[in-house]
């Protein structure tokens, strides 16, 4: 009889735990420093080895957090908005490519649609604009795609919104802006 109230209850838990972790949205968390993005891991299983250092060494770090589930990783920005959500990478190298694939489509949407957006996407100075704030859980990555009006030039030459990108930037550009 309590085992059905028992899960109900631990799948409520989960589901609340998840809805708070909302892309765009800042909190503090502890272990965090001002100024340097943070990887962030569940306690357990245990983080990939060497991981601490190659991120130390790209100007990030690690945070672990009992808030993490399990399995899961959160990359945080230096002022702890919460900018990326997806599976624990596995290895070292995966980890400093999970940070670096958000600064690479971070700089290009300074570059490129900063000027309309804001910095932080949140401007609507511009006619017609809407903030892209936290449009990264209003819809996943492949509307935010077909959003950006993506056109096939030649491989690995693509224009969206009519900048021009290649196929590993394009992928970068709606890691960041879903993280807006
Ligand atoms: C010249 C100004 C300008 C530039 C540059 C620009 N945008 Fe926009 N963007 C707009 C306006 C205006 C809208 C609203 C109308 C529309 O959807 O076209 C918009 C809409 C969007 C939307 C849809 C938002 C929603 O909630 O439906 C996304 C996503 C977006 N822009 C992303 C980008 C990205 C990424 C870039 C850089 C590659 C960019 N924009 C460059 C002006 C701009």
């Given at each position: 009889m309590t085992r059905p109230a028992a899960s109900i209850f631990f799948l409520a838990t989960l589901l609340?735990?998840?809805?708070?972790?909302?892309?765009?949205?800042?909190?503090?968390?502890?272990?965090?420093e001002a100024g340097r993005p943070a990887l962030i891991f569940a306690g357990e299983p245990?983080?990939?080895?060497?991981?601490?250092?190659?991120?130390?060494?790209?100007?990030?770090?690690?945070v672990i957090s009992a808030e993490v589930p399990a399995g899961k990783a959160l990359l945080i920005d230096g002022r702890g908005i919460l900018r990326r959500k997806g599976p624990a990478p596995e290895s070292a190298e995966e980890a400093v490519a999970f940070v670096k694939e958000w600064?690479?489509?971070?700089?290009?949407?300074?570059?490129?649609?900063?000027?309309c957006h804001g910095e932080d996407g949140a401007d609507t100075g511009s006619p017609y604009?809407?903030?892209?704030?936290?449009?990264?859980?209003?819809?996943?990555?492949?509307?935010?795609?077909?959003?950006?009006?993506?056109?096939?030039?030649?491989?690995?030459?693509?224009?969206?919104?009519?900048?021009?990108?290649?196929?590993?930037?394009?992928?970068?550009?709606?890691?960041?802006?879903?993280?807006?």
């Open positions: 609340m735990a998840a809805a708070e972790l909302r892309l765009g949205e800042r909190r503090p968390w502890p272990g965090a245990a983080w990939p080895a060497g991981v601490g250092p190659r991120l130390e060494a790209v100007g990030a770090m690690v600064e690479l489509g971070r700089a290009s949407f300074l570059n490129r649609c900063a000027r604009i809407r903030a892209l704030t936290g449009i990264g859980n209003r819809m996943n990555a492949m509307p935010i795609r077909a959003k950006l009006f993506p056109t096939v030039v030649q491989p690995d030459y693509i224009t969206a919104r009519g900048e021009p990108f290649t196929a590993q930037e394009l992928d970068a550009l709606i890691v960041f802006v879903a993280g807006l």
